[in-house]
Structures are given as C-alpha cells and as structure tokens.
C-alpha cells in the first residue's frame, strides 16, 4: 500500500490492533471511539480487552465558519489516525 493511500485509510478509519493483525473499521459504521477497558468482539469469537486508545492530530486551517468564531491565535487541529490496541 503507498503512503497517501495508508493516510487517506487512516484518516477515514479506526485503525484496530489485535492478536497482531490491523483491522480498519470505517468512522461511519462506529456509534463512537472504544475506551481503554471496554472489550471489542470480532465475528467468529476473537475477542479483547481495550489497553491503549492513541490520537494522531494534524494542525491544519480551521473551517471558515469556524474560523470566524475562534478567539485570535486558537489553533486548530484534525485527527489524522486514531489507533486502537487490544491485549
């Protein structure tokens, strides 16, 4: 997989690490990010305990509606890789 293809995935997916294999679960299809503790169940019966929750944020231009709400000199940011790890 090249480089802009491995960042667009992540950016649009839950990257999931468990039993050494990565799994990307679509934002859409998740009613919100897994916590450190809670247990994830993968069809067929694999499943594990939540140990490390991990934001990657990119600074970038806020939105320009945004933008204009902001107080002078907030920073902004997107999430460009959230990395979920299993025990």
């Given at each position: 997989m090249d480089t802009e293809t491995e960042r667009n995935l992540d950016a649009e997916s839950l990257v999931l690490e468990m039993a050494g294999q990565t799994w990307h679960v679509p934002f859409d299809a998740l009613q919100g990010i897994p916590r450190v503790g809670e247990t994830i169940r993968l069809a067929g019966g694999t499943a594990g305990k939540v140990v490390?929750?991990?934001?990657?944020?990119?600074?970038?231009?806020p939105p320009i509606e945004l933008a204009r709400?902001?107080?002078?000199?907030?920073?902004?940011?997107?999430?460009?890789?959230?990395?979920?790890?299993?025990s």
């Open positions: 490390q929750v991990e934001y990657e944020f990119a600074p970038e231009g709400e902001m107080p002078a000199g907030a920073l902004y940011a997107d999430p460009i890789r959230i990395v979920v790890r299993l």
